[in-house]
């Protein structure tokens, strides 16, 4: 089976396995090795008494991409540190966008920049995540689908 297709898997399962990420309506669009891309729309629940979006559902939103992206190797990995910058307000019912890139894995650390995007690219808060490997698979060699076309 190929990398991304591996991401790809282990992406939609722990979202699967996930209470938060389903709730709120994450949805994944890319997932590949050291990468993940999801999406959600901003609900009214969402939002803090300014009537804009809630710091925390954004941390929430760019640490999902974050661990999709850390874990896409099938090897757990959890958050050892996380910090985020917000540059922009984000309005109920906007989409917004998480992508998470890998900068770099040494051992068992790994560092990880996240960009929220609203509608037309317009930049929200950028994450920056550190990942520590459990070791482990995320999912069990038993359960992952072999892709066809390797």
Request: hydrophobic share 45%; glycine share 12%.
């Amino acid at each position: 089976m190929g990398a991304d297709e591996t991401a790809r898997q282990v992406a939609s399962t722990m979202l699967a396995r996930e209470g938060t990420g389903p709730f709120w309506g994450v949805e994944i669009e890319e997932a590949g090795e050291g990468y993940a891309r999801i999406r959600m729309v901003l609900r009214s629940d969402m939002l803090n008494g300014h009537g804009i979006a809630h710091g925390g559902m954004l941390f929430a939103l760019a640490d999902t991409a974050f661990a999709y992206a850390c874990n896409s190797r099938n090897v757990k990995n959890v958050a050892a540190q996380a910090s985020i910058v917000f540059l922009d307000a984000a309005r109920e019912g906007e989409t917004l966008i998480a992508e998470a890139r890998e900068q770099a894995v040494a051992g068992r650390a790994g560092v990880y920049a996240v960009s929220v995007r609203g509608e037309a690219g317009r930049a929200i808060a950028e994450f920056q995540g550190y990942s520590r490997s459990l070791g482990g698979p995320v999912i069990e060699s038993g359960l992952i689908k072999e892709d066809i076309n390797d």
